[in-house]
């Protein structure tokens, strides 16, 4: 029971009844004090004192909506693993550094990562709507760079000029941080060069605050002629709940192409029961498990790392027991090869 949090949305639909702003309003709710985080899912001041003084630079940041969906008085609660810190971030492990996949040196104009042939990353904001302890925003909020408005232009000449790019991808931080207006801006300008001919956005808020899918954004990213793809991050099948259903069944519906990044996490869905749960739930939801990630090594992430022998285990279990297509590709990035190498 998790009494004392607004109710979730608790209808399929009811993440496009809301007036808009309201997720600029939940977001601005979000809870950055593990007091406050702990006192909600009653649990002992210690883990909160503990995340007190483990944080570093890179605070506690999580949605109401997605407290909601924890399980109340469990420490190891694979929701909140994923957004508490810890103690295990201070330690410094060899070979776990700031910036591991080096993009600073695929940088194509501020902003475009352009590393594999066709397609290239615009960073089009530095911030998201959580902090997630494994991430690589973690040591270097490198996204910041491209996320002026000087710097956005040239960025969309760059990708105007390179005419092999035939895809964009909106990542960041998380591009759906932007409000509607200007994502409608930007859609705009690269549905004016013709030589691109699908729209890609990497954005973990309709998992964490689903009321961001707004009717303006639905129809902002369903009425172009370029072919849209959204690729959310779940890692566990809890953070599905029905809001998110609702958003995920309205940009279905608008012809969205939907896929599911997850990343492989110790103690939090490094089984097969829990990765085939949540390839099961994605596909209820028409979500396309897409990649499973080796977690990128980022200082002071080790300990949610999953030996290669294990996850290539974990991988073959997901084979036996789902259908191809709902078997996620376990990848790794690797600076300087021509696409994410796929482990085993
Ligand atoms: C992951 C990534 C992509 C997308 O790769 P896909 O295999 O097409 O999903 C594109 N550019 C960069 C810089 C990336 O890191
Ligand atoms: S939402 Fe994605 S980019 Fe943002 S902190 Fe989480 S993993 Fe990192």
Known sequence: MVLSLPSSVSSADAATEQPPGSWQ????????????????LGLDASVAAEAGGSAGGFPLLVPRSF???????????????????????????????A??????????????VKKYAGRALLLVT??????CRYCF??????????ATPAGMSEALRAIAADTSIREVILSGGDPL?????????????????????????????????????TPRLVQILGGTRLTTSVVVHANHPAELDAAVAGALADLAGAGVLLFNQSVLLSGVN?????????????????VVPYYLHAPDRVRGTAHFDVPDQTAIGLHAGLKAVLPGYAVPRL?????????KVWIG
């Open 137 to 146: 925003r973690r040591e270097f909020p490198y996204a910041d760079n491209g």
């Open 99 to 112: 910036d591991p996949l080096r993009e600073e040196e695929a940088l194509a104009a501020p902003g475009l």
């Open 331 to 339: 990848v790794r990035e690797v600076p300087g090869e021509v696409s």
């Open 177 to 213: 941080l932007l409000d509607d207006s200007r994502l409608e801006r930007i859609v705009g300008e690269i549905v004016a060069v013709p030589t691109v001919r699908r729209l890609r956005i990497h954005t973990r808020l309709p998992i964490v605050l689903p009321s961001r899918v």
């Open 126 to 131: 530095g911030g998201c709507a959580v902090n």
């Open 67 to 97: 407290v909601a969906r924890m399980t109340p008085g469990d420490p190891r609660d694979p929701l909140l693993l994923q957004v508490l810190p810890r103690a295990a971030e201070r330690v410094d492990v060899a070979g776990y550094v």
């Open 270 to 286: 490094d089984s097969v029961e829990t990765l085939a749960a949540l390839s099961e739930r994605l596909l209820d939801l028409r």
């Open 25 to 40: 309003r939940e977001l601005a709710a979000a809870i950055r004090d593990p007091v406050e985080l702990c006192r909600i």
